[in-house]
Structure formats: C-alpha cells, structure tokens
C-alpha cells in the first residue's frame, strides 16, 4: 500500500491520474483500428482491459488501471517511457515497460520473449499482462482480425495460454476468466 500512495501521490490522486491517462491514451490511439472488421476503434482495447481489472479481477490500484489504460502507447505509438513517467509517474512508466514489446525485434523473437519473461513480471505487469491476454482472445474468438484464418487464431490461443501459464499465480479471478476465455479457443 505504501508504494501504491507514494506512485499515487507522485503523479495525482487516484481517480484523477486514471481519467487522465484515459483520455491521453485516446489521444494517443485516436487514428488506430483493431484488425477486427468492422475496424473497431484501438481505444476499446485498452479501456476493455481497464474494465476487465476492476470489474473481474477486483483490483482498485490506481496505478495498475493506468497502466492498463497507457499499455499500448509506447509500442504502438510515438509516445515515450520517459513522457509516460513525466505525465503519469514512475511506477506506471515501470509497468508498461516490463509489458511493452521491442518492435525491431522480428515477431517470433517477441512472442517467444513473452514467454520467458512472464514468470519475471512484477504483480502490476503480471496483472496487465493477464487482462490482455483476456481481452485478446474475447477479441480473437468473437471479433478476429479480418485476414486471420482458422490456423492462426488456434496458434494464437494457444500462444496466451503459455504467456498465461507463466503468470499463474497472480490472480486466481483473472486466471480464471482467462481459463474462461480459452475455452472459446476456435475449433477445426
């Protein structure tokens, strides 16, 4: 608790640093479209993974919902750890780092280094890193990018449950809901 006052304080209350890190994720986001499609606006992921943290997974922490919310942004955007942790603090900048993918690095290296590294995260990434994976297959099973085949979304869904399975032990409801969420894996 300690630490979650003193990341809190260092960037806002609660509530405030989380609408703030709402809206300057869709401003980050605001030209993005999932690959689903219908061309969702990239927005909804990051706030379904908020949702799915406080809603199924119970969890309060200002700085964990923020950085759900701001997940994305380093990758996927211009945007910077060093703007994050000067907007939003340290402790948020720190977990969308540890969740953040090096994009000069070939896909496969990505993904494979997802793996390894899950068992590794701090509680905050881990619980992030959960809630993704959650979002993504709900996505994948009932909304999947367009260009994606049969193969892939089973290869994808079987992909998360490694990620995942690296993660157990940080939250028994996301587990669950991503246990849940496996289950649609799609079928031949």
């Known amino acids: ?104 690095l070939p896909k496969a290296e990505r993904k494979r280094l997802q793996v390894e590294h899950a068992p590794h995260l701090s509680r905050g990434a881990a619980l992030v890193k959960l809630a993704d994976k959650i979002c993504n297959l709900r996505d994948v099973a009932s909304a999947p990018p367009a260009d994606w085949p049969l193969e892939r979304r089973q290869e994808y869904f079987d992909w998360a449950k490694c990620v995942v399975d690296g993660l157990r032990g940080a939250s028994p409801r996301l587990e669950s809901a991503f246990d849940a969420a496996y289950l649609m894996r799609p079928a031949a």
């Open 1 to 104: 608790m300690q630490a979650e006052s003193v990341a809190t304080q260092e960037a806002g209350s609660g509530t405030a640093l989380i609408i703030r890190a709402a809206a300057f994720a869709a401003h980050k986001h605001r030209n993005q479209r999932r690959k689903d499609a219908d061309a969702s606006p990239y927005i909804n992921h990051p706030l379904a993974l908020a949702r799915v943290l406080s809603e199924e997974g119970g969890v309060a922490d200002p700085v964990t919902l923020c950085a759900a919310l701001l997940h994305d942004t380093v990758e996927d955007t211009d945007t910077t750890l060093d703007e994050l942790s000067r907007e939003f603090g340290r402790a948020v900048s720190g977990i969308v780092a540890e969740v953040t993918d090096d994009k000069a």
